[in-house]
């Protein structure tokens, strides 16, 4: 956690001591970096930091840190004299690796030739490539797994023909909800082992061959009514483990191996953390590879090794940076792991020996982005998917009286370009919330809050794993959302709007109820969807103070974003989907109690519902595809009675209306640039002799 006033208190004494007693290059250090980063005074800050190298450069390690600060502050400044700085750093300063490679970073890929050869190509790309969907590369790089999310079933692109290959057959969604999630080919390129959410509401791990043309039918390789999510990230090379993630019933987090021809599950670590973010075998089997929050700090990743056999967990990166794993080097004489330690995001690599770190990591690849690693084959080739558009999220005016769209829809994010979504207003209507969502895998989850006045911004960084849908208290101290912390606790969460604390109103049980609250308009209830005992999507309202619940509505299916409380507190709406899925219906329902209210049929579905302020008329959206994905209309309807009309928005998909307070403002969010991924290959990244076995 950064507390940067307790820092700089710590820092300022530890100068007056200093004073008394002579000051060592540590603390000339620390107190130039209070002038940089607490202070912001960036010129002050260079002369500090210049003042180590001149008094202290005997000591190199430490002269070639205040270097690179310096070359820092002089970017942030705009000052040209940066370049100099860093070829400094590299001309001078060769034995401190560290140093050396975030100066190689900064100068850029053409000032060394770390990357000479390097060859990046897109592999992949189309509706098929989702982000919701973990791929896995097999080991001679020819195919992709992945989810068809068409019916849910796992399948394979073959990156030589182009053609893709169903594993599964489910059916189509009207015949079953099961879906296939992670997914990892095995070694021998015949076999993926795949995780399976199954139509009891919790995921088991199931096993399927692909090696002939009509594949074998799909085994459960583990099951266990006590595991509510388990996933594969690797295989050992040998084929008879396979790393998995666990989530149990009571959402503690576990990392284990299952035998991949008994099913039997041996359990490495255990416990209420935050749980690994990726899994990888060295090549030799004997360790596996993982990265975590130390501390559960949401802006810190380290890359730890469990030995396989349970005898001992090692660090291996600890530094300050967001640290993430991607894979061990083919030869397992290196850890790759990608790193935003310089300001920008490189694939860097750590040697190791006997599963422990041999001196500093050095930057394999500078300047990659955010990525999401899908393997190394055996050749030595990354692959790797890249974020394409995402959502932002969009402002109008619109006359809900006459349905006539006032104000072309315009972004309201300068920054957070396409990663922006899920906006909500202040009861006052001057601000405007919108949540972020990660652009890495690792990634944190925050909630921007922009005045609509001054256009102004602040950040709230929750310490929660994830969240979503945050909705905005009527006293505007907190926000609601649903969210997942870093012990794994699932629920409905209060965020104070100032400092982000949480506190955790409705505990959820993994996978099932407690989803997309909405305040009552005196603060004192909440309401939300719940999956009850019969199986039926409910509508609950639960009291603050008290703590009880009580069912409004139930029906076998709705939409869960789909719920709005009316102005004056008396309705809620909601889209009610029919379980065949051919149509679904616009509902009302009174919070005191009473039958619901179809207002409108909608032939194709629909996704959100929001009320205008003055609570005459309903907005919703309506699907102009079966899926939705190919865009969608929002409409308005009277409640007294009368056609519903078209708003003129534009096309795309439209979705997470949200209306202003006692104004005619009108925030939605479209997915831009479709949200998908492009699998990209980088090649000739290794140097040769390693990146064969």
Do not use: C
């Not at 266990?224 to 009571?250: C, L, Q, T």
């Not at 922009?450 to 979503?468: A, D, H, I």
């Amino acid at each position: 956690m950064k507390r940067t006033l307790l820092f700089a208190t710590v820092i300022a004494t530890a100068w007056f001591v200093s004073t008394a007693f002579g000051e060592t290059g540590n603390e000339l250090f620390q107190k130039a970096l209070v002038r940089e980063r607490s202070e912001g005074n960036l010129k002050e800050a260079i002369k500090l930091y210049q003042q180590v190298v001149d008094k202290y450069g005997k000591d190199r390690a430490l002269a070639a840190k205040a270097l690179v600060a310096i070359g820092e502050s002089q970017e942030k400044l705009g000052e040209s004299e940066a370049r100099k700085t860093y070829e400094r750093i590299v001309r001078e300063y060769g034995d401190q690796k560290e140093a050396v490679a975030m100066a190689h970073a900064r100068l850029g890929a053409n000032a060394s030739s770390l990357n000479a050869g390097i060859v990046t190509r897109q592999v992949w790309t189309g509706p098929k490539v989702d982000v919701e969907s973990t791929h896995a590369i097999s080991p001679d790089g020819r195919y992709l797994s992945f989810v068809d999310w068409d019916t849910g079933d796992l399948a394979l692109h073959d990156l030589t023909s182009g053609v893709d290959r169903r594993l599964t057959n489910k059916g189509s969604w009207s015949d079953s909800d099961e879906f296939a999630e992670e997914s990892v080919i095995a070694p021998d390129g015949k076999k993926v082992a795949y995780s399976w959410f199954n139509k009891d509401g919790r995921y088991d791990l199931r096993l399927v061959t692909f090696g002939s043309t009509n594949a074998a039918t799909p085994r459960i390789l583990y099951s266990n009514e006590d595991i509510a999510w388990i996933a594969p990230f690797d295989w050992s090379a040998d084929g008879k483990w396979i790393g998995v993630n666990i989530e149990r019933m009571d959402q503690s987090v576990q990392v284990g191996l299952v035998d991949s021809g008994s099913g039997a599950l041996r359990v490495l670590k255990s416990g209420e953390w935050s749980g690994a973010g990726t899994l990888a075998f060295s090549p030799d089997s004997r360790f596996l590879a993982f990265d975590r929050p130390p501390f559960d700090e949401p802006e810190q990743r380290d890359v730890f090794v469990l030995a396989v056999d349970g005898s001992r967990e090692i660090p291996v990166v600890v530094h300050p940076a967001m640290d993430t794993l991607v894979s061990w080097s083919p030869d397992g004489k290196k850890l790759l792991f990608a790193s935003d330690r310089t300001g920008s995001t490189g694939i860097w690599g750590v040697a190791v020996e006997d599963g422990k770190p041999q001196g500093a990591p050095e930057l394999v690849k500078a300047n990659t982005g955010g990525l999401f690693p899908l393997g190394l084959t055996r050749s030595g080739a990354l692959y790797f998917g890249v974020r394409v558009g995402g959502p932002d999220v969009y402002l109008t005016s619109v006359d809900f009286n006459s349905g006539k769209v006032l104000s072309a829809p315009t972004p309201v994010a300068q920054q957070w370009v396409h990663a922006n979504n899920q906006a909500d207003w202040s009861s006052d209507g001057k601000y405007l919330a919108f949540h972020i969502t990660p652009t890495s895998p690792a990634g944190q989850h925050k909630l921007i809050i922009q005045s609509m006045e001054t256009g102004t911004t602040r950040e709230l960084k929750p310490r929660l794993r994830y969240f979503q849908v945050a909705r905005w208290s009527p006293d505007g101290t907190s926000f609601l959302v649903n969210g997942t912390d870093f012990k794994g606790r699932q629920g409905i969460y209060r965020m104070d709007a100032q400092n982000a604390d949480i506190a955790l109103l409705v505990p959820r049980k993994v996978n099932a109820g407690s989803t997309f609250p909405e305040w009552s308009p005196d603060g004192k209830r909440i309401y939300y969807f719940k999956q009850n005992s019969q199986g039926d999507e409910a509508i609950l309202e639960r009291d603050l103070a008290s703590g009880t619940e009580r069912e409004l509505f139930h029906r076998k299916q709705v939409v869960r974003q789909s719920l709005s409380v009316s102005p004056d507190g008396r309705y809620l709406s909601f889209i009610g989907s029919d379980p065949a899925g051919k149509e679904s219906a616009l509902m009302i329902v009174p919070v005191t109690g009473g039958d619901a209210r179809v207002l409108l049929t909608l032939p194709l579905g629909g996704r959100f519902t929001a009320w205008s302020s003055d609570g005459r008329s309903l907005l919703f959206t309506k699907h102009t595809s079966p899926t939705g994905d190919d865009g969608s209309e929002v409409w308005t309807i009277p409640l007294a009675g009368g056609q519903p009309q078209k708003l003129d928005l534009g096309g795309g998909s439209i979705r997470g209306l949200r209306v202003q307070p006692g104004g005619n403002g009108l925030a939605f969010f479209r997915p831009t640039g479709g949200g998908n991924l492009e699998v990209w290959a980088l090649e000739n990244f290794l140097p040769a002799s390693k990146a064969s076995k």
